[in-house]
């Protein structure tokens, strides 16, 4: 069994900065790329950032140069730092991975159950 589990989210005036985190526990052979997905109401989930094992990453346009993400594989944890925040980026925020359970071959994609974030004065 596999389990992501993030934190971090909150409220958060305009301007501000919150740091999420998603650790990966179970039954794992290998962790292969790594994300943040957010979706806000009425709207549908879109990519936020993702990680490759290797460090390469992509960020959608929107959060370009206010938002980094990181890894740490030897703990199975990946963190979104989040500066400058706006009011649209209020949304829940959920971790992905793509994981290869121990004693399968095939690699599988798993979600967290979401943390949210609002920002507002």
């Known amino acids: 069994q596999v389990q992501l589990v993030e934190s971090g989210g909150g409220l958060v005036q305009p301007g501000g900065s919150l740091r999420l985190s998603c650790v990966v526990s179970?039954?794992?052979?290998?962790?292969?790329?790594m994300g943040w997905y957010r979706q806000a109401p009425g709207k549908q989930r879109e990519l936020v950032t993702r990680?490759?094992?290797?460090?390469?990453?992509n960020y959608a346009e929107s959060v370009k140069g206010r938002f980094t993400i990181s890894r740490d594989n030897a703990k199975n944890t990946v963190l979104l730092q989040m500066n400058s925040l706006k009011p649209e980026d209020t949304a829940v925020y959920y971790c992905?991975?793509?994981?290869?359970?121990?004693?399968?071959?095939?690699?599988?994609?798993?979600w967290g159950q979401g943390t949210q974030v609002t920002v507002s004065s």
């Open positions: 179970g039954s794992i052979s290998a962790i292969n790329d």
């Open positions: 990680i490759t094992r290797y460090g390469g990453t």
């Open positions: 992905t991975a793509n994981i290869i359970r121990q004693g399968w071959v095939m690699a599988s994609n798993y």
